[in-house]
């Protein structure tokens, strides 16, 4: 994953240096609002709200700040947990066009564990994790969302996963 990463992040850096990006417009103008609901799994199920802010309009590319709240269920052999978290991130997205965006970025917050059966209470975190994804927009306020993200916990009982998601992204 984070060989993927990497060379998702490789690609994105040379096509903002190229002079070609440079020439695309940017429809995600400083004060945007973008708010996606996702769904996916990992080794257990979940799903996400993000609430975002663009703040800076860089040509081709657009930085964006926001809020992401997220729940898994995990089942498993040996525990089955529940995971919430509540976390800052910062997004930058690559405009391909009017249409298609690719985006990467980080996340740091507060995650709750509850292993399922435990009797010991719930375990209390700072979760963090990186992310890459696609936005594919069909007008200019609702588009299609996907993403890759491999989050960490630093609890008792510290957690370190893979996951996707994919969803549906409303901005204005």
């Known amino acids: 994953m984070k060989r993927t990463l990497t060379l998702l992040a490789a690609a994105l850096l040379g096509l903002a240096l190229s002079h070609n990006a440079m020439a695309i417009k940017d429809p995600d103008e400083p004060g945007s609002k973008l708010i996606t609901i996702q769904a996916g799994g ?30 898994d269920l995990h089942r498993g052999s040996s525990a089955n947990r529940v995971d919430l978290s509540l976390a800052p991130r910062l997004m930058l997205g690559f405009n391909l066009g009017s249409k298609f965006e690719l985006h990467f970025g980080g996340l740091a917050g507060v995650g709750v564990q509850r292993f399922l059966g435990d009797t010991q209470s719930p375990s209390l975190g700072f979760c963090y994790g990186g992310f890459g994804g696609m936005r594919l927009n069909f007008t200019p306020s609702f588009g299609l969302i996907a993403e890759g993200c491999y989050a960490a916990q630093l609890s008792s009982r510290g957690v370190n996963l893979p996951y996707g998601t994919a969803g549906i992204a409303f901005r204005f």
Request: aromatic residues 4%; hydrophobic residues 45%; neutral net charge.
């Open 42 to 71: 990992g080794p257990g199920i979940g799903g996400l709200v993000t609430g975002n802010i663009a703040m800076a309009n860089l040509g081709a590319a657009h930085l964006y700040g926001g809020l992401q709240l997220g729940g």
